[in-house]
C-alpha cells in the first residue's frame, strides 16, 4: 500500500495511541517507506504540537488530548451516525451516564432542546460540550485524571459512582464479541464501565459496525447486561442470530438516508428500510 502524507499521519497517531511511543524504524516497517520520510513526517508533527521528539521516534504530548484526537480519526462518518441514533433515544427527564468515548462524545451537540436532562460523565471534553446547553444537570465524576484522554478513572472515580443509581447508561467499547461481550483496550476504563453498567437500570452499547470485528483485551460486561445496541449499520447475520437469541434490541442506520430503525424486543434485527424508530424504551 502506497500512503499519503494525510494517511501516514494517521497510521503514526494510531500507532502511538496503542503504543505510548514509536521508533523510526518500525515506522519504516510498518509503512515500507524510508527512515527519512518517517523522521521528515514526525518533525513535522512534532512541529504542530502533535507529537513530541525522543530519540530514534517520538512519543505522546505530555500536556494534550492527542489519545481522544487519534481515536476521533477513525470512522468519523459512522460515529456519527451512531451519536445521532443514540441521542434519538434520550427523553426530557432523563438521567443518563456517557462515557468518554469519542463515539458517545458525537451525542454532546445533538442533546439541545431537551429538557431537565441528568448527565453524569467522566469527560471534560463531554461536560464542556455539554455546558453550553440550559437546561443540563451535569454531574462531573472526579479521580485520577488523565491528560490524553481528559478523562476521569481510578478510585475516586468509582467511589463517587457507588453513590448513583436509577440512570440510563451509554457506553462505547473498544470491541465487542459475542463469548467475550464488551471490552475495552484499557483495565482502568474497563473497571469503572462495568460498575456504571452494574448500578445502571438501563445499557445501551453505542459502536460503529468495525467493533463487532475487533475483540479487545480488557472485559467490561458480558451481553446479558445489554439491553440495546446502537450501530450505524446491519450486523452480520451471525450478530443478527446471536442477538436475537439475546433478546437485545437494535438500533441502526439506513446508508445515507439518515433514519435509524428499533428491533421490537424479542424479534431480533430487521430490515432497515421498514420500520421507523420506536422511542419506547
Not at 25 to 32: I, N, R, S, Y
Request: charge should be neutral.
Amino acid at each position: 500500500m502506497v500512503y499519503s502524507g494525510k494517511q501516514r499521519k494517521d497510521f503514526i497517531l494510531k500507532y502511538i495511541y496503542r503504543n505510548g511511543h514509536v521508533l523510526v524504524k518500525d515506522l519504516a516497517v510498518e509503512m515500507a517507506i524510508s527512515e527519512a520520510t518517517v523522521r521528515r513526517d514526525l518533525k513535522i508533527m512534532a512541529d504542530a504540537q502533535e507529537v513530541e521528539l525522543i530519540y530514534g521516534g517520538a512519543t505522546l504530548k505530555r500536556n494534550g488530548d492527542f489519545a481522544f484526537r487519534s481515536e476521533n480519526t477513525r470512522n468519523v462518518e459512522a460515529k456519527r451516525k451512531v451519536g445521532e441514533l443514540a441521542a434519538g433515544l434520550i427523553r426530557d427527564g432523563d438521567q443518563i451516564f456517557l462515557d468518554s468515548g469519542t463515539t458517545t462524545f458525537q451525542m454532546a451537540g445533538l442533546l439541545k432542546g431537551k429538557r431537565n436532562l441528568s448527565v453524569i460523565a467522566n469527560s471534560i471534553r463531554l461536560t464542556e460540550a455539554l455546558s453550553v446547553i440550559p437546561d443540563v444537570n451535569i454531574i462531573m465524576l472526579g479521580g485520577q485524571y488523565r491528560v490524553d484522554r481528559m478523562d476521569t478513572i481510578g478510585p475516586l472515580a468509582m467511589e463517587a459512582m457507588e453513590q448513583l443509581r436509577g440512570y440510563r447508561a451509554f457506553i462505547g467499547a473498544d470491541g465487542v464479541s459475542m463469548d467475550f461481550g464488551l471490552a475495552a483496550s484499557d483495565i482502568e476504563s474497563s473497571h469503572l464501565y462495568r460498575l456504571v453498567i452494574r448500578h445502571a437500570r438501563e445499557t445501551i452499547l453505542v459502536v460503529d459496525h468495525t467493533k463487532f470485528e475487533a475483540p479487545s483485551l480488557y472485559k467490561i460486561v458480558d451481553w446479558d447486561a445489554v439491553s440495546t445496541v446502537v450501530t450505524d449499520s446491519m450486523p452480520s447475520p451471525a450478530w443478527v442470530e446471536f442477538l436475537k437469541g439475546k433478546n437485545i434490541g437494535v438500533v441502526c442506520g439506513s446508508g445515507n438516508q439518515g433514519s435509524g430503525f428499533r428491533v421490537p424486543e424479542g424479534a431480533g434485527p430487521v430490515d432497515a428500510s421498514q420500520s421507523p424508530v420506536s422511542s419506547n424504551f
